[in-house]
T-cell receptor
Framework: KQEVTQIPAALSVPEGENLVLNCSFT??????LQWFRQDPGKGLTSLLL?????REQTSGRLNASLDKSSGRSTLYIAASQPGDSATYLC???????????????FGKGTLLTVNP | SAVISQKPSRDICQRGTSLTIQCQVD?????MFWYRQQPGQSLTLIAT?????????ESGFVIDKFPISRPNLTFSTLTVSNMSPEDSSIYLC?????????????FGPGTRLTVT
């Protein structure tokens, strides 16, 4: 069974800081990995998708890396802003016994607070 | 990308009643998914809904409690039947776009359900 862990569970930083969120998964036989953002009481917004053959993806101030063999991904946020405050979720597609390419397994998320 | 809408956005329901949640996608998709997010928790997959076939339910979820319809390639409904306070959650509709390792998943804004 695929399991996804995110560390830290919560993070509070002053505005302008660069920060790293961590995600690890137990089975490296994944098809891809997605990072999402969730604002309180809202749905999920897809931030970045990394295919299993890729090592990183960038979008604006966000950079996600993938080390499939070690079962790790990081989300780097540069020059954080108060508007970045949200829960960030990591999800992997595939892996685990009977893993398929249509199931996403989610971590519990990191609650990020950026203080002005 | 895909834009997904859900109705209702929130509801307060009495124990023993049922609620049907509607999900509309702005493009044709083969696979749609329904998730539940209980307070303070991450997302749990309820079922996968393919057009033209019966929904596939995850362990712990049954069709009698969560019947799903998928009448066409852009629409799905989830019914939460015979509700109890334990069903209070955010219910999220999701759709998968892309192919192979580049499958990307998109989410609706969620339906916040409170059962009293």
């Amino acid at each position: 069974k695929q399991e996804v862990t995110q560390i830290p569970a919560a993070l509070s930083v002053p505005e302008g800081e660069n920060l790293v969120l961590n995600c690890s998964f137990t089975d490296s036989a994944i098809y891809n990995l997605q990072w999402f953002r969730q604002d309180p009481g809202k749905g999920l917004t897809s931030l970045l998708l990394i295919q299993s053959s890729q090592r990183e993806q960038t979008s604006g101030r966000l950079n996600a890396s993938l080390d499939k063999s070690s079962g790790r991904s990081t989300l780097y946020i540069a020059a954080s802003q108060p508007g970045d405050s949200a829960t960030y979720l990591c999800a992997v597609r595939g892996g685990g016994s009977g893993g398929s390419n249509y199931k996403l397994t989610f971590g519990k998320g990191t609650l990020l607070t950026v203080n002005p | 990308s895909a834009v997904i809408s859900q109705k209702p956005s929130r509801d307060i329901c009495q124990r023993g009643t049922s609620l049907t949640i509607q999900c509309q996608v702005d493009s044709q998709v083969t696979m749609m998914f329904w998730y539940r997010q209980q307070p303070g928790q991450s997302l749990t997959l309820i079922a996968t809904a393919n057009q033209g076939s019966e929904a596939t339910y995850e362990s712990g979820f049954v069709i009698d409690k969560f019947p799903i319809s998928r009448p066409n390639l852009t629409f799905s409904t989830l019914t939460v039947s015979n509700m109890s306070p334990e069903d209070s959650s955010i219910y999220l509709c999701s759709a998968r776009l892309g192919a192979g390792g580049s499958y990307e998943q998109y989410f609706g804004p969620g339906t916040r359900l409170t059962v009293t």
